[in-house]
T-cell receptor, first 112, second 112 residues
Framework: GQQLNQSPQSMFIQEGEDVSMNCTSS?????WLWYKQDPGEGPVLLIA?????ELTSNGRLTAQFGITRKDSFLNISASIPSDVGIYFC????????????FGAGTRLAVHP | GAGVSQSPRYKVAKRGQDVALRCDPI?????LFWYQQALGQGPEFLTY????????KSGLPSDRFFAERPEGSVSTLKIQRTQQEDSAVYLC??????????FGSGTRLTVV
């Protein structure tokens, strides 16, 4: 079973609002990743984090790798309708080919 | 190809039927992964190939599940004697070195 707790499960916000979601784990990960999945499609990588404490931005998205290496958050600023989708965190125990452990996802709906 | 291609996109199988799901990874990608995504959940790891070698099959839920990649390119996930609990989206991902996955759009399997 999955080892990540992702919250919130769902969010319904107004266009222009900021969004924050996070993941916690009982295990220490070496890599944290954030993906977005649109209906009928596979997950698409948004941000990858490789060091504890690392803060990385990709446009309106900002993600941080927690100091304890057991948590991560994703912020979306000034949300727009195309931000709608399911956001997944994923942890990886070490580099290389090791499998990803996914959270259950945060479903984001944006009201124009 | 430009992306990871999976076929069929949708499959309806009667309980007890065998199915075969195909994945065409990005050309030249050494690593190939299969994940299972149940409705409302994040993807869960099934198995990993490096070229034609299946290096990790720890996620396969039962001996009814079998995966192969005989020439180190196209991979097939086979499910024998399908059960209702096998209904899910099956995602394939490929990677040049084992990180930086690119996911396909998945095959949605419904067992009736």
């Amino acid at each position: 079973g999955q080892q990540l707790n992702q919250s919130p499960q769902s969010m319904f916000i107004q266009e222009g609002e900021d969004v924050s979601m996070n993941c916690t784990s009982s295990s220490i990960f070496n890599t944290w990743l954030w993906y977005k999945q649109d209906p009928g499609e596979g997950p698409v990588l948004l941000i990858a984090l490789y060091k504890a404490g690392e803060l990385t931005s990709n446009g309106r998205l900002t993600a941080q790798f927690g100091i304890t290496r057991k948590d991560s958050f994703l912020n979306i600023s000034a949300s727009i309708p195309s931000d709608v989708g399911i956001y997944f965190c994923a942890g990886q125990f070490s580099g290389g080919y090791n499998k990803l452990i996914f959270g259950a996802g945060t479903r984001l709906a944006v009201h124009p | 190809g430009a992306g990871v291609s999976q076929s069929p996109r949708y499959k309806v199988a009667k309980r007890g039927q065998d199915v075969a799901l195909r994945c065409d990874p990005i050309s030249g990608h050494v690593s190939l992964f299969w994940y299972q995504q149940a409705l409302g959940q994040g993807p869960e790891f099934l198995t990993y190939f490096q070229n034609e070698a299946q290096l990790d099959k720890s996620g396969l839920p039962s001996d009814r599940f079998f995966a192969e990649r005989p020439e180190g390119s196209v991979s097939t996930l086979k499910i024998q004697r399908t059960q209702q609990e096998d209904s899910a989206v099956y995602l394939c991902a490929s990677s040049l070195r084992g990180d930086g996955y690119t996911f396909g759009s998945g095959t949605r399997l419904t067992v009736v």
